[in-house]
């Protein structure tokens, strides 16, 4: 699986949107692109996934550059418990396939009143 | 659907002893997965069954950890015998055709060995 870059850490004013980038400059055509979030304590969450086009959920949306190389998570109203880190993760999958969904060290949002 | 079930949340025991975790997945979930994670290291894969069959134990530490999945609604890790190192918060997560659309975590078991 290709792997991604993240910033460590950001902070995000409480009903501001929050914009977590990430990088993935090496993703082959049969990947797909998936964001989790651990809110400390808890397991991780699934939070949305997409191959190349944007994506919208209830939680969130997924922006995707052409090129596939980067992705945008934007959460649009951030709220105290979106704190959490979030993980960007690239791998085969979408479909059946089998493909091991390997976590790097995300990056850590701070919702702030 | 009470989601994935982890049994205990917490466990502490002495060094040596041997140590079961155990997971209920969601119902009809054919895939189950266990993840290990500590400050250092972050989540690990350890390993991952389908259908109630291992697929991949690479990421098992070493022959002291175990896995068996013997029906469809449950898993068992087992540690024996523990070693201070296996510290950390063990996960299990299942998920319906391979995390198409997401795997579901449980909240973990956090092990302490002294």
């Known amino acids: 699986d290709a792997k991604t870059t993240q910033p460590p850490s950001m902070d995000c004013a409480e009903g501001r949107a929050a914009n977590l980038p990430c990088n993935h400059s090496t993703i082959s055509g049969n990947e797909y692109v998936y964001w989790y979030r651990q809110i400390h304590s808890q397991g991780p969450q699934y939070i949305i996934h997409?191959?190349?086009n944007n994506e919208t959920n209830e939680m969130a949306s997924l922006i995707i550059t052409e090129d596939r190389k980067s992705s945008t998570l934007i959460l649009p109203h951030a709220t105290l418990r979106d704190t959490a880190v979030y993980y960007c993760i690239v791998r085969v999958g979408g479909g059946g396939s089998q493909g091991n969904l390997i976590f790097g060290k995300g990056t850590k949002l701070s919702v702030k009143p | 659907d009470a989601g994935v079930i982890q049994s205990p949340r917490h466990e502490v025991t002495e060094m040596g002893q041997e140590v079961t975790l155990r997971c209920k997945p969601i119902s009809g979930h054919d895939y189950l997965f266990w993840y290990r994670q500590t400050m250092m290291r972050g989540l690990e894969l350890l390993i991952y069954?389908?259908?109630?069959?291992?697929?991949?134990d690479s990421g098992m530490p070493e022959d002291r950890f175990s896995a068996k999945m013997p029906n469809a609604s449950f898993s068992t890790l087992k540690i024996q015998p523990s070693e201070p190192r296996d510290s950390a918060v063990y996960f299990c997560?299942?998920?319906?055709?391979?995390?198409?659309?997401?795997?579901?975590f449980g909240s973990g078991t956090r092990l302490t060995v002294v």
């Open positions: 997409g191959l190349k």
């Open positions: 069954f389908n259908n109630n069959v291992p697929i991949d």
């Open positions: 997560a299942s998920s319906l055709n391979a995390g198409s659309y997401g795997y579901t």
